[in-house]
């Protein structure tokens, strides 16, 4: 048995006693609790969570999240740049469209041992749900969503460089929830069949 605010408890027992000192901490927004609900079912993870580490990588853009829940337990997943179109035979086809971003869960942090994850799918989607806590963790809903709409319309522009300009004078902290949040918008939002780079009669375009 595990008294509550006992002196000299074993480290190894902190993740045991803080989750019986009163009941579980919940999302203050009511439907970040459903979506927390749900990546505890699928992941496994217990609100709250924490991201420590957000890797870019070398292959025009892919990143890499390292996120720990509140019992020290830990998910990396990345958000996958595609593999470029090395043939793109357009005599065949009537549209022709470049593969959407995807993600992998799992593995070091050179993704080893990550696996590919269906897009759409049901781990995936915690993987959503779990960035969305996140940040609204850090933002109010209607703040957050604001700074989002900007947010889309300059990754669609490929404006990076300003997008972090808007989010000078945050904290880390509240700067890395936004990305989360950003990265989570961006990918419910993308098309899975890909992005379309030539019509038959219209030529090329994105």
């Known amino acids: 048995m595990v008294t509550c605010g006992r002196a000299g408890m074993w480290v190894a027992l ?3 006693m803080a989750s019986s000192c009163g009941p579980a901490p ?13 990546v505890q079912h699928v992941l496994g993870l217990a609100y709250p ?32 740049v595609p593999e470029p179109v090395s043939r793109m035979d357009t005599t065949s086809v009537d549209t022709l469209r470049i593969p959407p971003r995807y993600f ?8 080893r041992g990550a696996r590919r994850l269906s897009i759409g799918g049901q781990e995936e989607l915690a993987i959503l749900d779990m960035l ?30 300003a997008w972090m300009k808007m989010l000078e004078g945050l904290s880390e902290e509240r700067m890395t ?3 989360a949040a950003l990265m989570a918008v961006t ?20």
């Open 132 to 161: 969305d806590v996140i940040s609204l963790d850090h933002f109010a809903r209607p703040t957050r969503d604001s700074m989002l709409v900007v947010g889309q319309s300059l990754v669609r522009a490929n404006d990076h460089r």
């Open 49 to 80: 969570y924490r991201i420590a580490e957000w890797s870019s990588y070398r292959d025009r853009g892919s990143t890499g999240v390292l996120v720990r829940d509140r019992l020290g337990r830990r998910v990396r997943f990345f958000y996958m």
């Open 177 to 179: 929830a936004m990305n």
């Open 104 to 111: 992998r869960l799992g593995g070091d942090q050179s993704m």
């Open 14 to 16: 902190a993740g045991i």
């Open 26 to 38: 919940v999302p203050k927004d009511s439907l970040a609790r459903e979506e927390a609900s749900q």
């Open 187 to 206: 990918a419910r939002s993308r098309d899975p069949r890909g992005m379309v780079l030539w019509i038959r009669g219209r030529g090329w375009q994105m």
